[in-house]
């Protein structure tokens, strides 16, 4: 072989791994630009429910790039992996929270699958765990009465439920006084959404409502999305305090879902360093990575001491529960 021969063959070489690299670094600068400026539009909603696992796989090209020593394409596979790992990995380290000393209310919340989630897991978690307020979408007639056979109706007495066939129930139980109760109803699917004032020992009137807008599941009915995310009640820091908990089709990495929580909320499993665990994906069987689409929105004046999710048979979803400490009268 010739000394040219192989001097072509070398740069061939060189000038296929630069491109390797390049290829490598860019999907994961695309994303990060899309996902910083919040500018997913059409299928890419649903892609960036997944930020998460590229976050982790953009250390990939990173990784190859700084082997193969191609400067450029490791500087910007490094500016979006730090880009996108900065914006995931706060979400499993607990925050500071306000200093407070009114009573501890504990939430669950929990989409039942056109109520063909198991009543008694249900209502097993709310008596073992002392829940105080249960918030639930998708209810039905049929669960509704279920529940109640199983005892919810004692441990969980006062009550607003709008239960429908089909996925457009709604309900919100507690252990303590509700008033000022309805339920609001989304234009996009017409998810319903149950809500009340709760009265507790020791603390300021607190709103609360059972939150389930439209899903983005297809192109088409992501105007629908759009619509409910931003009809949801925005907080009120400066007046009463309100709690949005349910399931929202949206995660942290969705504008529309951080612009609601920049109104005055904190997401309660951010704040406990648990905002990374999955809560919809592969648990009636599908395929898809676990990702974070059922959420505790507290006013920012509550503090938050833990958020755990929990196993629901017959359901899509997982519950969460959130420990909260409200502010003191």
Request: with cysteine; charged share 20%.
């Amino acid at each position: 072989m010739t000394t040219g021969t192989r001097q072509r063959r070398l740069d061939w070489r060189r000038r296929a791994a630069t491109a390797a690299c390049w290829l490598g670094a860019g999907p994961g600068a695309a994303w990060a630009v899309l996902r910083l400026a919040g500018l997913e539009r059409g299928p890419l909603v649903q892609a960036v429910a997944f930020t998460p696992y590229v976050a982790v796989g953009t250390l990939v090209p990173l990784v190859l790039a700084l082997a193969l020593r191609r400067r450029w394409p490791a500087v910007v596979a490094a500016v979006a992996a730090v880009a996108l790992v900065g914006a995931v990995t706060p979400r499993a380290f607990a925050s500071g929270q306000p200093a407070v000393g009114g009573p501890t209310l504990r939430l669950l919340t929990a989409n039942l699958l056109k109520g063909g989630a198991d009543p008694r897991t249900l209502v097993d978690l709310v008596r073992s765990r002392r829940v105080d307020v249960l918030a639930v979408q998708e209810f039905t007639p049929g669960i509704a009465a279920e529940l109640d056979r199983l005892g919810l109706a004692e441990l969980l007495p006062y009550r607003q439920l709008n239960p429908e066939v089909g996925t457009t129930g709604s309900g919100l139980y507690a252990g303590f006084p509700i008033s000022e109760a309805g339920v609001r109803r989304n234009q996009g699917f017409y998810f319903s959404q149950a809500y009340g004032t709760l009265t507790l020992p020791g603390a300021p009137p607190l709103r609360v409502e059972s939150a389930h807008p439209a899903a983005p599941y297809a192109v088409d009915v992501l105007p629908d999305w759009w619509t409910d995310l931003r009809a949801q009640p925005p907080a009120t820091p400066n007046g009463r305090l309100s709690i949005l908990a349910g399931d929202f089709n949206a995660t942290l990495d969705h504008a529309p879902l951080r612009d609601l929580i920049r109104t005055g909320y904190v997401d309660a499993a951010d704040q406990a360093g648990a905002g990374l665990a999955g809560t919809w994906g592969p648990y009636d069987g599908d395929p898809i990575p676990p990702v974070a689409i059922d959420h505790v929105l507290a006013d920012r004046r509550i503090a938050v001491r833990s958020v755990t999710v929990h196993a629901l048979p017959g359901s899509d979803h997982r519950a969460v529960l959130a420990e909260l400490r409200l502010p003191a009268t």
